[in-house]
């Protein structure tokens, strides 16, 4: 589940900016946002995502960075997986996958053929409702991690459902871009933020409940979560904007990928 065009704003919206979000009350907004926004999220990026896993709006495709390694036969588990369209694609390479997601208007939406949709299970990524060491692989493509306050529950779930040896990789939005505005063009390239702030982007809605919110971490926060959670870093990709990929996707845009890096993938393997 890749990143939203434009976080946030809808008409129920009172107020948006950075304050502290209870990590319980960011997974209800979260279930809440992507229920009420799963139609139009799938008819703006329906034709990025379907038949593919890819890892960012940058468009890096799984099928040419191998970065969860060999998956025929693999048992594989997808977080935050949306509309399943990465789980899907694993299974037509001849994955066992399974695909979970916060939202069920999300999930409900996956599409294709019949034969390649996951298994889907609604669940909170920092509960999984799964057996210790059931998967060989655990992957997100932006799915979980940028919208949960205790991202370290979510590892710790994740080691403990992956077998000895197991891969983890997640995609997140590069914490450099929490230090520029959150703009497409000539103003998303000054940095107007500290980069160790790590105070959340937080909405709320008329009531005064978080509608949304999207949690920062430092490069460093996420390898020392990795490595607590008995996790070996063995790769942090940076993808580079694509020369003939043209068109905006929120605040990713070929003028500001050009110069500093939108996504960030871990990639990382469990201790054996």
Not at 167 to 178: E, G, I, K, L, Y
Not at 186 to 194: D, K, P, W
Request: charged share 25%; with cysteine; aromatic share 8%.
């Amino acid at each position: 589940m890749l990143p939203v065009s434009t976080p946030g704003p809808s008409s129920d919206l009172r107020s948006a900016g950075y304050r502290a979000a209870d990590p319980d009350e960011s997974v209800r907004a979260g279930r809440r946002w992507w229920d009420e926004n799963a139609a139009d999220y799938r008819l703006e990026h329906g034709d990025d995502l379907a038949g593919r896993l890819v890892w960012g709006p940058d468009l890096l495709d799984e099928a040419d960075a191998g970065l969860l390694g060999p998956v025929q036969d693999q048992d594989v588990l997808e977080i935050g997986a949306g509309n399943a369209d990465s789980s899907a694609w694993l299974r037509a390479n001849g994955a066992r996958a399974v695909a979970t997601d916060l939202s069920l208007g999300m999930l409900r939406r996956a599409s294709g053929d019949p034969e390649t949709i996951p298994p889907r299970l609604v669940c909170d990524a920092r509960v999984l409702p799964f057996a210790d060491a059931s998967f060989d692989i655990v992957f997100t493509a932006y799915g979980a991690l940028p919208f949960i306050g205790d991202p370290e529950k979510v590892h710790a779930e994740v080691a403990r459902v992956l077998r000895p040896g197991g891969r983890w990789a997640f995609s997140v939005t590069h914490p450099m871009r929490w230090a520029f505005p959150d703009d497409a063009g000539e103003g998303g390239l000054t940095v107007s933020r500290s980069y160790f702030d790590r105070t959340p982007y937080v909405e709320t809605d008329r009531s005064g409940a978080v509608s949304y919110s999207e949690h920062h971490r430092t490069v460093g926060d996420r390898v020392r979560e990795l490595a607590a959670a008995g996790f070996r870093l063995v790769d942090l990709v940076e993808p580079e904007w694509p020369d003939d990929l043209q068109r905006v996707w929120g605040s990713w845009s070929p003028l500001r990928g050009r110069l500093i890096p939108g996504t960030a993938i871990f990639v990382a393997d469990l201790a054996n």
